[in-house]
């Protein structure tokens, strides 16, 4: 391959210079194309055998750096996944190379150096300890000898370190047996007792900085092994020294915080509470940071402190006298980083980090004892009521002018900081209950009273209300009523501080609804908002919320609701979003007042949307149009989900209404009537379109829910739809309308041939899915038959089993479908085969259909088992085999019989005697579900041949637990 970039051949042979070849193809060549193709290439290099032999070549000193990495990095592959290819008698000269070559590179290159640290880790970690026992050890030997040419002893120390720190981290990442790691971690721990000295004795000597660098680094790496707090006390109190040294700082904090992090740490409650001075020491710094505006430092303090808190926080709770006010200073330390002056994100980076200790810190108080959670309130309640007024002075917006300079990425941070001060809020209310409540109804009550506060102020205020009551509490009824009487009283000058305030009152919806007199007060602030675009999605979704928790006490604002609503419908200046969900509001609304007032409104409000939905049906098909008709098709959708004059949760009141006569239908049904020719007609045009069809499926799927049995009238025309539409374009929405009508009308002697002809219909289209090849590109229809297949025969199996529905063909489509690849096609159809199964003894025609193709069936269920479907799907093919057991018990053991006897089926590595044993075990079971699912999970575990790993030992505890 020439230099200037011509491709690589295609596999050529492995040499040396082929490889150098496509390293400088991958690193130089422009050409992307190139660059792939040649990496795909030496990928394969490092994984051949040939590998053991070029690298060292490789890494010749004459050879660039990518080469003698590319080197570096093949050694390692071939020692940690490899290394079976080495006769023991290589072992000792494939170590004296690797530390030859780590002396070479330990004053040439780094990456270089720290990739032959790898790879001798590797070796550590195959011959450690029946090959190399004392490997630590040793290796610190070696490399304090004296007799290493060329390099200094900082040189040497320096990649010694090196070493010993990649060490662990090839242990943490390396391909290892489980049952082995745990003797080589052993052995590791083992070498500690080397390695401790080492790095106290670099920390404590006059060395550079730079060695002692790598020495934490070196101990950091160490600890995530669970090194016992005691043993490493002297280095714990070095770092704290040496955190004062700015070389430094870094490094001592990141070692300090994996000492507290590490599980072990909790079996140390003493050290670690004897950390907390030591960290307190650290705050004069930290003042001096935040003067100097360096948040890294600012940062890393805080991480420190946080740390010890997070992971520690019961022992902070329960420590001795001797700590107490030790503890207290660090809890006021932590919230003196909640409080950092300025924006988050842009004026500080830190005030985040603590919300974790925060929830940590409550969620172990309100856990304790009773006699120990009433001193732990006692004690941090006014630390909690603290950082209550610090978030709301932290959650604020900054000015407009300056909000407005702000990044979209920094506004999307501030926007997740806010959402985590609610939650911070709302775990502080489970600790202090009504006193904050009180507290921040005081402020807010000062501020308006007052008139002269900022709404950046009045926003936080409600915004901490909000957060309250997100989280399912309302606190006292005179709090919340004393905030609603006052929120009017708010002046609404900001759109910001407008919204929070409805989402506010939208997280009140229940309290509302127990409380109805004050819906006065919140009404009137809702409908302001539908007049103003910045408004109209807080407005909706509160007025949404509201309504539909407070339909029985709706009925005095109808009026105002619903001319609101009009007016917004008739301006057209609403988001289609805001639009279908102000819907929702009209159905409640409606659903409160007499039969007669509804229609009249509904004259009003939905006859113009009626009247644009024809023009739009008449109007030739355009991206704008099929926008326009999914609008409304899917506002009547709403509509027919919410109004609804059958409701459980009417007042004694309106229970005492008249309910609608046979000659009075429910108002759906008479929109739907109305409707539905146009419907008919934007099919004509749309028939071929999904979203179009998926919106109308909707549509008619929410008013079957509200109508149920009152949509009789209608069924001929909706299946005769539903027909019209699946023949064209299946899809799952129009099965999953079809499984509703056809279940709510299967029983009904006058409906009955209409969703019978429906369900023949459907079949047949299905079936004709089969006889192309695009099957797999329709595997949510087939999930979507066949979960409506299982429902019929479960519960109206006489639409099924008719000659015209052919049962015989759905069941050969079926075993088409148990092969499909989606997990939820196969559960969908073994259950319909489920439930044909159990239907064999009421209906001769199934049990005819199960003799003669039974035996397909179970030998896909067989293959499933054996390795063809997905684990954790088999226990649906259990279910298929323990229905047969019950009915069709002779012929289930004939089939087994005959299929277990093919050689190497269903798997080659289920032997004679496995195959023997899950047939017995199957035969015999024909009650208990959860023993037939056990016997096949342990016989799938044979097939694939995991049976005896520790997968399958978790596997099976899993099984037996979710059982």
């Not at 090194?227 to 990141?254: A, E, K, R, S, W």
């Not at 009504?434 to 308006?448: G, I, K, R, W």
């Not at 609403?574 to 929702?584: F, G, I, P, Q």
Request: net charge negative; glycine share 4%.
């Amino acid at each position: 391959m020439a230099e200037s970039g011509a491709q690589i051949q295609t596999n050529p042979e492995i040499t040396i210079e082929n490889i150098e070849k496509a390293l400088h193809q991958l690193y130089y060549d422009p050409n992307l194309a190139n660059k792939d193709t040649a990496q795909k290439w030496l990928i394969q290099a490092q994984r051949a055998p040939q590998a053991w032999q070029y690298c060292w070549a490789l890494l010749q000193l004459e050879k660039p750096p990518e080469v003698q990495f590319f080197g570096a990095s093949a050694l390692h592959i071939r020692i940690s996944r490899s290394w079976n290819e080495l006769h023991p008698d290589q072992y000792a000269n494939l170590r004296t190379q690797l530390f030859q070559n780590i002396f070479t590179f330990a004053s040439k290159t780094k990456i270089v150096l720290t990739r032959l640290c790898v790879a001798m880790s590797a070796f550590v970690l195959n011959t450690i300890p029946e090959v190399w026992p004392n490997a630590i050890k040793d290796i610190i030997d070696i490399f304090q000898q004296n007799t290493i040419p060329n390099l200094n002893d900082s040189q040497k120390c320096t990649s010694l370190l090196e070493l010993l720190t990649v060490l662990p981290e090839e242990f943490h990442t390396c391909p290892m047996a489980q049952s082995r790691k745990g003797f080589v971690r052993h052995e590791l721990q083992i070498g500690l007792q080397s390695l401790l000295p080492l790095l106290q004795g670099l920390l404590t000597s006059d060395s550079p900085s730079e060695i002692q660098s790598q020495a934490i680094k070196c101990f950091s790496s160490w600890v995530t092994f669970g090194i016992p707090l005691t043993d490493i006390h002297p280095m714990i109190q070095m770092l704290f020294q040496l955190v004062h040294n700015p070389d430094l700082f870094d490094m001592c904090v990141d070692a300090l915080i994996n000492v507290l992090c590490n599980p072990i740490a909790y079996n140390y409650p003493n050290s670690i509470i004897e950390m907390v001075p030591k960290v307190l020491q650290l705050r004069d710094m930290f003042t001096t940071a935040v003067q100097e505006k360096d948040m890294d430092h600012c940062q890393a303090i805080c991480r420190l402190a946080v740390s010890i808190g997070e992971n520690h926080s019961r022992v902070l709770l329960q420590c001795s006298d001797q700590y107490k006010q030790h503890v207290m200073d660090l809890t006021s330390f932590i919230l003196g980083f909640s409080a950092l002056p300025g924006h988050y994100p842009v004026d500080e980076s830190i005030s985040n980090i603590p919300f974790g200790f925060w929830y940590i810190l409550q969620d172990d108080i309100i856990s304790a004892e009773a006699d120990m959670f009433h001193e732990y309130r006692r004690i941090y309640a006014p630390i909690y009521m603290n950082l209550v007024q610090i978030l709301v002075t932290k959650v604020q917006y900054p000015d407009d002018s300056e909000y407005q300079a702000w990044t979209a990425d920094e506004k999307e941070e501030f926007r997740c900081y806010r959402q985590d001060i609610a939650d911070t809020l709302m775990y502080a209310y489970t600790l202090l209950r009504e006193p904050l409540l009180n507290d921040l109804y005081s402020m807010l009550a000062t501020m308006v009273t007052q008139g002269n506060h900022p709404w950046q102020a009045l926003e936080a205020s409600l915004f901490a209300f909000r957060s309250v009551a997100e989280g399912g509490e309302y606190g006292s009824d005179t709090c919340v009523l004393n905030l609603m009487t006052l929120l009017p009283q708010i002046p609404m000058s900001n759109v910001k501080l407008a919204a929070t305030a409805m989402y506010m009152l939208g997280a009140y919806a229940e309290w509302l609804a127990d409380t109805p007199s004050v819906l006065g007060h919140v009404i009137p602030v809702l409908l302001s908002g539908l007049h103003n675009n910045d408004l109209a999605v807080a407005s909706t979704m509160a007025l949404k919320d509201i309504c539909s928790e407070c339909v029985p006490h709706l009925t005095p604002f109808a009026n105002h609701i619903l001319s609101s609503a009009e007016a917004v419908f008739q301006g057209n200046m609403m988001k289609s979003r805001e639009l279908v969900r102000l819907m929702a509001t009209v159905g409640y609304t409606l659903s409160s007042l007499p039969l007669p007032e509804t229609m009249s409104y509904l004259t009003v409000l939905i006859g113009p949307l009626i009247q644009q939905l024809e023009t739009l049906a008449n109007s030739q098909p355009s991206a704008n149009s099929k926008a326009g008709i999914q609008m409304r098709v899917s506002m009547l959708a709403m509509l027919f989900s919410t109004l609804d004059f059958k409701r459980q949760d009417e007042t004694e009141e309106q229970k005492k209404r008249a309910p609608p006569q046979v000659n009075e239908p429910q108002p759906v049904l008479l929109i739907l009537q109305q409707v539905f020719p146009i419907i008919q007609k934007i099919l004509s045009q749309w028939l071929s379109d999904p979203g179009i069809v998926e919106a109308v499926c909707e549509m008619v799927k929410k008013a079957l829910r509200t109508l149920l049995d009152d949509v009789a009238p209608l069924v001929p025309q909706l299946s005769q739809s539903l027909i019209q539409m699946y023949s064209v374009i299946p899809q799952s929405s129009i099965l999953d309308l079809s499984k509703m009508l056809i279940l709510l009308f299967s029983d009904n002697a006058v409906y009955m041939p209409a969703v019978q002809s429906l369900y023949v219909q459907l079949t047949t289209k299905t079936l004709s899915l089969f006889q192309t090849a695009g099957v797999h590109e329709h595997t949510d229809v087939i999930e979507g038959f066949m979960a409506l297949t299982a429902q019929l025969l479960k519960k109206h199996p006489q639409i099924v089993v008719t000659s015209e529905c052919n049962p015989v063909a759905t069941f050969q489509i079926g075993l088409v479908a148990l092969t499909l690849p989606e997990p939820i096609t196969v559960k969908s159809t073994a259950s319909a085969f489920v439930e044909f199964i159990n239907q064999c003894e009421k209906f001769p025609m199934l049990a005819q259909i199960v003799t003669e193709h039974g035996r397909s069936l179970l030998e896909v269920v067989l293959k499933a088992i054996g390795g063809a479907v997905q684990r954790h799907l088999t226990d649906h093919m259990a279910d298929i085999i323990l229905s047969l057991n019950k009915h069709s018990f002779a012929n289930l053991c004939k089939w087994l019989e005959e299929l277990l006897e093919i050689p190497e089926f269903p798997s080659p590595r289920a032997s004679k005697e496995a195959k023997d044993r899950f047939k017995k075990s199957v035969i015999r079971e024909r009650i208990n579900k959860r023993k037939v699912r056990e016997t096949v999970s342990e016989f799938t575990l044979i097939c694939r041949g995991l049976i005896g790993t520790e997968y399958a030992v978790q596997s099976q505890l899993a099984d037996h637990l979710a059982m």
